[in-house]
């Protein structure tokens, strides 16, 4: 029986027929290929929060999925009750991580629809919710589709490409943000080679990045994080791509942890720093990446999550920042949906 690839698996549905939001599990890849089934709105949040659906889009895709779900477990046909607790499902949904704005983006979209259909019956209010939702994960696909063709314009055939994290399929509905080039490429013959950096602290670029990409048959080669400038001093990159969590509205971008410092090596070397990401992902009310929150995740991660036993001596400090800001002077382009945006960033953002 022949096994079931990475890419035939969909990152995230929804089933109407049992109410119910598919994941696939990512903190159980590569070793196993497992679709949770969450009905109840605590059940998202876990999810959320523990990284079983992680990357800026697939987040906000399953925070809308999950206020349909709260939607539709509020037991009242009392209009103004429902909508108080809706508001309440929307904040506990949001409480789950700090710096991905497309959670935020999502349920702000998702509840300024609600308040829209504010005239109508209860069920029909539920039901328009579930269509909303499913309609940004649809959008989601033809927004990674598109950053991919834009990202084409910008290599040749044959180029090593970089890319750190995991903004690949696994963090969207489909092709991902910063892959969608690597797999539209792909489809076209472009033969990319691709250096994957595996990541650390969670090895998203090692368990979920190569992962995915070797699946699809691409040429993938994974690297530790610091060997990357000596890949790239030895001219094997001619472009860095990754993705991003929050693009404050002057260009700084937030992304996984070590992304600054790929970011000043390119730059030493004069390689080409892209960040590729939809344009729900741009925050024209953050000014800079200084006002970014920047998520702090628990010690253990660092310390004892891939061994047998902690690798450092008990009592030691550990500080686990899971992002960094770039500073979008060391940006050579944004690309989203609608194209590729070249500095000034505070004004081809906003434009």
Sequence with gaps: MRTKKISE????????????????????????????????????????????????????????FGLYLGAEGIDTEDKEVFYRELEGVKGYLASSRPTAVNLFWALKRMWERALELKGEELEQIRKELLEEAF????????????????????????????????AGQL???????????????????YDFKIYSDETRPLLQGARLTSFE?????????????????????????????????????????????????LAIMARHFGIPFYICAPSSTVDLNTESGEAIPIEERPDEEVTSMWYERPMVAEGVQVYNPAFDVTPHELITAIITEEGVLYPPYSRSLRG
């Excluded at 530790?224 to 993705?243: E, H, I, P």
């Design 213 to 261: 990409l070797h699946e699809a048959g691409m040429d993938v080669t994974l690297i530790c994080d610091n060997m990357a400038a000596t890949v790239m001093s030895r001219g094997k990159v001619q472009a860095v791509f990754v993705g991003a969590d929050r693009i404050a509205a002057n260009g700084d971008s937030a992304n996984k942890i070590g992304t600054y410092g």
């Design 9 to 64: 698996y969909e990152t995230i549905d929804f089933s109407r027929e049992d109410k119910a939001l598919l994941i696939l599990d990512q903190t159980l890849l590569p070793n196993e290929k497992k679709i949770l089934r969450l009905v109840r709105v605590c059940e998202v949040w876990e999810a959320i929060k523990k990284l079983r659906v992680r990357g800026a889009p697939a987040i906000g895709i399953a925070a809308a």
């Design 135 to 166: 309609r940004i994960r649809l959008e989601d696909i033809e927004m990674c589709r598109k950053i991919g063709e834009h990202a084409l314009t910008l290599v040749k055939k044959g180029d090593g490409l970089l890319t750190h994290c995991n």
């Design 171 to 189: 963090a969207t509905a489909k092709y991902g943000t910063a892959t969608s080039v690597m797999y539209l490429g792909h489809e076209k013959g």
